[in-house]
């Protein structure tokens, strides 16, 4: 299958500063790319769909301003976490749409800690 | 409100056996419904995907069901092994109006435990 990738793969920050993490779509071209978070022991939960070449859309009550998506490339999306605070500490999973197929591969996640 | 249950919510085997897994979904309008192994720390990776008109699909010790009718589906696990031990994932793909992905809707997982 196709390969996602995540960079970091854990990062610990302090309250108040901010994050930035990558997704790469490392062999197809992914002009639909998203993000997920996940608490421990719950499922994943859509957190916006980032298109390439112009602005993400956001789920309902997630911030966009907090969470702020660029996708600058068809092979990379980042997610930044902005002004991070001890709640925003999860499990962050970006995946990549496959045009002309139902297939989104999945990145290996980022652990976010927020002290 | 699109849903998706599975069911059990945990499992335990012994290695070498067979195992079952189930999933029932509300989801309209239906695109395709997909199953994920996610290890622990890990994103999620693809078992399966089946479209309305499918009715099995396997992958090596991995067979999955739908019947699209009842809206159920089932995730067979053959000859269990210790690397099996992880959440398996029921998705479901919602057409969403003007795109070719999809929205996804996410199970809550079956935590598979295989011991020796």
């Known amino acids: 299958g196709a390969v996602v990738s995540q960079h970091p793969s854990r990062v610990i920050c302090k309250s108040g500063t901010s994050v930035k993490i990558e997704c790469r779509s490392l062999?197809?071209?992914?002009?639909?790319m998203f993000w997920y978070r996940q608490f421990p022991k719950q499922s994943l939960m859509l957190m916006a769909t980032?298109?390439?070449?112009?602005?993400?859309?956001?789920e309902q009550g997630v911030e966009k301003d907090k969470f702020l998506i660029n996708h600058a490339s068809l092979t990379l999306s980042t997610l930044t976490v902005t002004s991070a605070h001890p709640e925003d500490s999860s499990f962050y999973i970006c995946?990549?749409?496959?045009?002309?197929?139902?297939?989104?591969?999945f990145g290996p996640g980022t652990r976010l800690t927020v002290t | 409100k699109n849903q998706v249950e599975q069911s059990p919510q945990s499992l335990i085997i012994l290695e070498g056996k067979n195992c079952t897994l189930q999933c029932n979904y509300t989801v309209s309008p239906f695109s395709n419904l997909r199953w994920y192994k996610q290890d622990t720390g890990r994103g999620p990776v693809s078992l399966t995907i089946?479209?309305?008109?499918?009715n099995t699909k396997s992958n090596g010790r991995y067979t999955a069901t739908l019947d699209a009718d009842t809206k159920q589906s089932s995730l067979h696990i053959t000859a269990s092994q210790l690397s099996d031990s992880a959440s398996y994932i029921c998705?479901?793909?919602?057409?969403?109006?003007?795109?070719?992905?999809?929205?996804?809707?996410f199970g809550q997982g079956t935590i598979l435990t295989v011991h020796p």
């Open positions: 995946s990549a749409w496959r045009a002309g197929t139902y297939e989104q591969y």
């Open positions: 980032s298109n390439e070449g112009s602005k993400a859309t956001y």
């Open positions: 062999d197809f071209q992914a002009t639909t």
């Open positions: 998705v479901v793909s919602v057409r969403a109006g003007g795109t070719s992905y999809g929205k996804l809707t």
């Open positions: 089946m479209t309305f008109s499918e």
